[in-house]
């Protein structure tokens, strides 16, 4: 392509038509970016989420799928952080765990959590007796420092 007739433009025209451009770029990953699902998690509150499928995976290792609210819903929780769950040990007592889920939020509509169960673990008695059709209440992402207590 000849571009030998920008040498006769003024460069004051160059500069403002390259501005203009540069603006309609950021306008537009703006717009692309704000267009974007922002997730159905809640750090503050609790939500319920219905599972809709669990695979055992090993003795002591299941596969929890979870449904989000649409079949295009995105969980929202950045990479590498976690959220917390909230469910009853066999005393019937609350307990509170962070758990990573395994998917991201390239994945539609729902979110898994690969849990290993242990005999005496609390949390671990609450994800043994989950049924399909149940929900489970989660708020996140949770963040803390760069050490977990
Ligand atoms: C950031 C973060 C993310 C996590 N993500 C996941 C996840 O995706 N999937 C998952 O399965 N877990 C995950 N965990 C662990 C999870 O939070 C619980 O600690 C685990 O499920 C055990 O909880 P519990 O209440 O069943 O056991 P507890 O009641 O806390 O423990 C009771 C007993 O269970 C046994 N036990 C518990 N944990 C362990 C262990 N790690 N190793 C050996 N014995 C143990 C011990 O005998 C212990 O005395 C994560 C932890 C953190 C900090």
């Not at 025209?13 to 390259?18: F, T």
């Not at 939500?47 to 609210?69: I, Y």
């Amino acid at each position: 392509m000849d571009l030998e007739f920008l040498q006769t433009v003024d460069p004051q025209i160059l500069v403002g038509v390259a501005v203009a451009v540069v603006a309609i770029g950021i306008g537009a990953i703006f717009l692309f970016s704000s267009k974007k699902s922002r997730g159905c998690l809640d750090p503050e509150n609790f939500r319920d989420f219905k599972l809709v499928k669990r695979t055992q995976l090993s003795h002591n290792v299941a596969k929890f799928t979870f449904a989000l609210p649409s079949p295009t819903s995105v969980l929202g929780l950045p990479i590498g952080q976690h959220i917390s769950c909230r469910g009853k040990d066999s005393q019937g007592e609350e307990v509170l765990k962070p758990y990573t889920p395994t998917t991201l939020d390239s994945d539609l509509g729902h979110f898994e959590l690969v849990i290993k169960m242990y005999p005496q673990g609390r949390m671990s008695h609450h994800f043994r007796e989950m049924r399909v059709g149940e929900s489970l209440a989660v708020k996140g992402p949770k963040v803390r420092g760069p050490f977990y207590q």
